[in-house]
């Protein structure tokens, strides 16, 4: 096993980069004061009434703003019903 040594300061630093780094995806998964909620893709296929591949072309061609964590990709609420607003007909 190999043992590494770095000063005290540089582990701080690297302590709170991971802090902030852990609150941030924190705030993507629960979402934040203007954003209420995030939908995984399944959700979203099922509330749009789509297949996950016109999702998929959804996020290609950017009809529907999405972020990732990891390999999982999540969509706003806001930005779902926004969508659903939008192809309502009037």
Known sequence: MKL???REEEFVKMKEAI???INEINKLIHGNARDKS???SQDV???LGICK???HYYKV???LPYSMVGKKVFFKETDVEK???EVKPK
Do not use: A
Request: glycine residues 4%; proline residues 0%; charged residues 30%.
């Open 4 to 6: 590494v040594v770095i």
């Open 19 to 21: 802090t902030d780094l």
């Open 38 to 40: 995030w939908l995984d």
């Open 45 to 47: 296929c099922l509330r």
């Open 53 to 55: 591949r016109t999702l």
């Open 61 to 63: 061609k950017g009809i």
């Open 83 to 85: 969508l659903l607003d």
